[in-house]
């Protein structure tokens, strides 16, 4: 584990950060991302990251949002995971994937479109599994509300 870490996790399982970090984090990500040109997230030095570009459920309108994220090697997807930072209700994204699951993710400098699923049954049981593997703070996440998390799997489209 990287120096540092541990104390991040700590820190990212906090109810201060779960009241903060919506405010500064997605803002910071988008401003950075754009800058680099798609080359930089800064939260990605915390935990591996995409920017999801998917079209609102309400308005049709393209909504790009950063998003930490779990890479699936084998498969070269993704799995999103809808925490909210472990606040009330479900993140807008993910009702924006339910309505359009078609999206696009830019993931390091690169724009890939991607198809998503939300995840049920014994598939969510092992990605949750392999989520909390990865971030263990999602478990703390999930003692805080009493909705289940989506996990979303986002596999590449041609």
Not at 99 to 109: L, T
């Amino acid at each position: 584990m990287p120096p540092g870490l541990r104390l991040i996790q700590k820190v990212s399982s906090t109810r201060t950060f779960a009241k903060i970090a919506p405010h500064f984090i997605p803002a910071m990500d988008r401003t950075v991302h754009r800058l680099t040109r798609g080359k930089v997230l800064l939260s990605a030095k915390m935990l591996p990251g995409v920017i999801l570009t998917v079209r609102g459920a309400k308005s049709g309108l393209p909504r790009r949002t950063p998003l930490a994220c779990m890479p699936e090697k084998g498969t070269g997807g993704w799995v999103l995971i809808g925490s909210n930072f472990g606040r009330p209700g479900h993140p807008a994204w993910t009702a924006n994937l339910l309505a359009n699951p078609d999206a696009d993710v830019s993931w390091q400098g690169k724009d890939i479109p991607v198809r998503a699923r939300l995840l049920g049954g014994e598939e969510r049981e092992a990605a949750w599994a392999a989520v909390l593997t990865f971030w263990p703070p999602y478990a703390t996440y999930q003692t805080r509300v009493e909705r289940e998390i989506r996990l979303f799997r986002l596999e590449r489209r041609s």
